[in-house]
């Protein structure tokens, strides 16, 4: 079994590494010799690595057992996390080990957290790194292994079950490897999609292809100090605020829209409630603000762009909500609490998980009205759903039970409690900027290395829903004693 482990680590590795060609090719083509080593060197240990376990055991890799799987999956992404971080290191752009950790996390997790304050200065290749981070981490780089090296067999299934975001997590082909492989075309084809466009609206191919990967990963890290607002484009802020959206759906939905399975796709509660949502925050925001902004177009445009960046947890900036009125910094601030849809690129709790709540809510005020009466929770048009509401009810527990504790751990450094909350909500919901003093014109340069610590702990547990990290450190601490 530790010898398949070990495979698959070096398989991811190597394919981390592979990724990396594209902004090496990048430091070549500006000259820049420091990115380019910073970027040959993991890019060498990956491929060896992975070359090497292929060459000495070729065939299937042995199945993981569900437990086995969990563990497999929270220590590849820590793997991951800390290779992603030595071109970020050894450029030399991040002389801090721990500040380059935490930038590699914030990029996989798709955080888009940074500690950098001055991000125009980073060489151009690295910039574009940060913002792949966010892309190979979206999806998920498990499910990314799987569709290109289909030798997981069964286990691939259970690696993608820890590694993916939200309750949703059925096959929709019969091979879990085609699975995978029809959700990554998605998601490869929307990435370009709007790569294209916002180079057609102006910006750089650099530029267009980094804000195209921060954004269909739901990430937020950006080329500029000011985001997205740096451009100054009506155009290119609009078609960030739809694919932002789009991330947001569950991409299996696409899959089935696709191939022709559209009332799946319209009958889905989940969709229509985060479709509810967003139209209703955008609505209570922009008549709040545009009642005290002098350019109404410009008002809508920010409060559209802010609030699909929230709840999709991108965390991109056109203007700082921070600075809004009271009233929309609240509608704001709730958003923090809510998310995109289960098996989305986005953080937070999912929407689906609140849709089970109020439902089962709903049926209770019903039961209390009607006593004699059976009610059943009715989830995309199926009924009988209520084995549901537990499982969603134990995941919002724990879910705030992390958000209070990281929540502590920021007080303790220092920060103030208003402060310290959102940040820790931001964490776990890997949503970015924050409230307070690390509101979105704020960066996390500043905070001392045990919080920074602490906060890549989170990220990593937001980002694999909190029980797969958790159950990696509860198997350290067993085999500890």
């Known amino acids: 079994m530790a010898f398949s482990v070990c495979r698959i680590f070096t398989y991811i590795l190597g394919l981390v590494g592979t990724s990396m060609v594209l902004p090496l090719l990048v430091s070549f083509m500006?000259?820049?010799?420091?990115?380019?080593?910073?970027?040959?060197i993991p890019m060498s240990v990956g491929w060896i690595a992975a070359l090497s376990f292929f060459l000495v055991a070729r065939g299937r890799l042995r199945i993981l057992d569900v437990r086995n799987a969990f563990g497999v999956a929270a220590g590849v992404w820590i793997a991951i996390c800390l290779f992603g971080a030595l071109p970020l290191y050894l450029s030399g752009a991040f002389?801090?080990?721990?500040?380059?950790?935490?930038?590699?996390?914030?990029?996989?997790?798709?955080?888009?957290?940074?500690?950098?304050?001055?991000?125009?200065?980073?060489?151009?290749?690295?910039?574009?790194?940060?913002?792949?981070?966010?892309?190979?981490?979206?999806?998920?780089?498990?499910?990314l292994a799987v569709a290109l090296i289909p030798l997981l067999g069964a286990g691939g299934f259970r690696l993608i079950k820890a590694e993916t975001t939200g309750p949703d997590k059925t096959k929709l082909t019969t091979l879990i490897a085609d699975t995978a492989?029809?959700?990554w075309v998605v998601y490869i084809a929307l990435t370009a999609i709007e790569a294209i466009l916002l180079w057609g609206f102006g910006l750089g191919v650099i530029d267009a292809i980094a804000h195209a990967?921060?954004?269909l990963g739901t990430g937020g890290f950006s080329t500029r100090n000011a985001s997205v607002g740096a451009f100054g484009i009506p155009a290119v802020e609009w078609t960030c605020t739809a694919f932002m959206l789009?991330?947001?759906?569950?991409?299996?939905?696409?899959?089935?829209?696709?191939?022709?399975?559209?009332?799946?796709?319209?009958?889905?509660?989940?969709?229509?409630?985060?479709?509810?949502?967003?139209?209703?925050?955008?609505?209570?925001?922009?008549?709040?603000?545009?009642g005290v902004s002098a350019d109404f177009g410009r008002a809508v445009r920010d409060v559209a762009f802010q609030v699909a960046s929230v709840i999709s947890t991108t965390g991109f900036m056109t203007s700082d909500y921070t600075t809004w009125q009271p009233a929309a910094q609240m509608v704001i601030f709730l958003l923090f609490f809510v998310g995109g849809c289960s098996g989305s690129t986005a953080g937070g709790i999912k929407v689906v998980r609140w849709t089970i709540l109020a439902k089962s809510l709903a049926n209770e005020f019903r039961r209390i009205l009607h006593p004699h009466e059976v009610f059943t929770l009715r989830i995309n048009g199926e009924t009988g759903r209520e084995s549901f509401v537990p499982v969603a009810a134990s995941f919002v527990f724990l879910y705030f039970a992390l958000v209070l504790v990281t929540t502590f751990a920021g007080t303790?450094?220092?920060?103030?409690?208003f402060t310290a909350f959102s940040a820790s909500l931001s964490m776990v919901g890997n949503v970015g900027p924050a409230f307070g003093g690390l509101g979105p014109s704020a960066n996390y340069g500043d905070i001392a290395a045990p919080l920074k610590g602490f906060y890549c702990f989170a990220m990593l547990a937001g980002r694999l829903e909190i029980y797969t990290m958790l159950i990696l450190i509860g198997r350290a601490f067993r085999h500890s004693r």
């Open 246 to 290: 789009l991330a947001s759906v569950n991409f299996g939905l696409y899959c089935r829209f696709i191939t022709g399975r559209w009332d799946e796709f319209c009958r889905d509660s989940e969709l229509r409630t985060l479709v509810l949502v967003v139209l209703t925050s955008i609505a209570v925001v922009a008549a709040v603000q545009c």
């Open 181 to 183: 492989k029809t959700l």
């Open 30 to 40: 500006d000259g820049d010799a420091s990115s380019a080593r910073a970027f040959l």
């Open 95 to 143: 002389p801090s080990p721990v500040d380059a950790v935490f930038e590699s996390v914030s990029g996989f997790t798709t955080t888009g957290a940074s500690v950098c304050a001055d991000i125009e200065s980073l060489p151009r290749s690295i910039n574009l790194w940060r913002c792949e981070t966010h892309w190979l981490g979206g999806l998920g780089v498990i499910a």
């Open 213 to 215: 990967f921060s954004t």
């Open 412 to 417: 303790l450094s220092g920060l103030d409690v």
